[in-house]
C-alpha cells in the first residue's frame, strides 16, 4: 500500500469481525479500496475477506 501511495495499518481484526486463527488485516480508508485492490492486484497478490467496520465498532463484509 505504501508503494501505491495509500495510507494503511496492520493490525489484528476487530472483535467485532469473526476470524479465527491467525489473521490480521490491512485497515484503509473506505475511499482508497478500489485503489488498493487494483494495487494488490498489479503487484501479484490476493485478499481475503473485505470487510467495512462502523462508528459503533461493528462490522459487514462487502463484496469488491
Known sequence: MERAGISAIVM??????????CVYCVKISEKRLREALIALNNAGMSHGKIYILY??????EVKP
Not at 12 to 21: C, L
Open 12 to 21: 489484528r481484526p476487530p472483535v467485532s469481525i469473526p476470524e479465527k486463527g
Open 55 to 60: 462508528a459503533d465498532g461493528t462490522g459487514a
